[in-house]
T-cell receptor
C-alpha cells in the first residue's frame, strides 16, 4: 500500500510565523503535489514537483514555497503565515509513467493562523 | 489554464436511488478525467477514471461518461447506499494521466438517506 504521511495533522500558528508542512511518501513516486482544500472551493494546486530539486507553480502559489531535497520528501513552506492561509493542506504523490494517473493523498494538515 | 465546473454542489437521494454528478471542462486538450471520493475526515481516493479515447466506463455500481464534443463528463452511481455518502470531486488534466497537473472541480456533497 502506498503511504503518504504528513507530519502534522493539526497546527496553530500566529500571523507572521514561518510554517513548515512536511510530507513523506514511501513508494518511490516521482510526482509530488501540495493542494489546499477549502469548503466550496475544492482542491486547489499550490505547487508540484516531478523530480528532486525541481518545482513548478500550481494555481495558487502566492505566499508559499516548496522544497524537494530528497525524492520521498516534499515540504511546503509559509514564509510569513497570514490568516487567509488557514486551511486544510493535502499532500499527494503519483507514479510517473504509471498505468493510471492516480494521486495518493496524505491525511491532511489542518492549519489555523491566528 | 483549465477550468472545471461541477454541479450540483449538494445532492441528497434516498437509498436505492441513482445519483448523477456533472462536470464541464474548458480545455479541449484535456484527455484524462478522474473522480475522487472523500469520506468525512478522510483523504480523497480515486474511484474511477476515464480517458478521452473512451466514451463510457463502468465499475460495478459506478459509471462515468464522457462527451468530448460538449466537453462534459458525468459520474453515475446506481443503487446508492449510505456508505456512498461523501464529497465527490471530478478533475481534468492534459498529459495522459501519469505526468500531469490535475484541475479539480469544487466538489459535490452526496448524502444518501436510509
Amino acid at each position: 500500500d502506498v503511504k503518504v504521511t504528513q507530519s502534522s495533522r493539526y497546527l496553530v500558528k500566529r500571523t507572521g510565523e514561518k510554517v513548515f508542512l512536511e510530507c513523506v511518501q514511501d513508494m518511490d513516486h516521482e510526482n509530488m503535489f501540495w493542494y489546499r482544500q477549502d469548503p466550496g472551493l475544492g482542491l486547489r494546486l499550490i505547487y508540484f514537483s516531478y523530480d528532486v530539486k525541481m518545482k513548478e507553480k500550481g494555481d495558487i502559489p502566492e505566499g508559499y514555497s516548496v522544497s524537494r531535497e530528497k525524492k520521498e520528501r516534499f515540504s511546503l513552506i509559509l514564509e510569513s503565515a497570514s490568516t487567509n492561509q488557514t486551511s486544510m493542506y493535502l499532500c499527494a504523490s503519483s507514479l510517473l509513467g504509471g498505468l493510471t494517473g492516480e494521486l495518493f493523498f496524505g491525511e491532511g494538515s489542518r492549519l489555523t493562523v491566528l | 489554464g483549465e477550468n472545471v465546473e461541477q454541479h450540483p454542489s449538494t445532492l441528497s437521494v434516498q437509498e436505492g436511488d441513482s445519483a448523477v454528478i456533472k462536470c464541464t471542462y474548458s480545455d479541449s486538450a484535456s484527455n484524462y478525467f478522474p473522480w475522487y471520493k472523500q469520506e468525512l475526515g478522510k483523504r480523497p481516493q480515486l474511484i474511477i477514471d476515464i480517458r478521452s479515447n473512451v466514451g463510457e466506463k463502468k465499475d460495478q455500481r459506478i459509471a462515468v461518461t464522457l462527451n468530448k464534443t460538449a466537453k462534459h463528463f458525468s459520474l453515475h452511481i446506481t443503487e446508492t447506499q449510505p456508505e456512498d455518502s461523501a464529497v465527490y470531486f471530478c478533475a481534468a488534466s492534459i498529459g495522459g494521466g501519469s505526468n500531469y497537473k490535475l484541475t479539480f472541480g469544487k466538489g459535490t456533497l452526496l448524502t444518501v438517506n436510509p
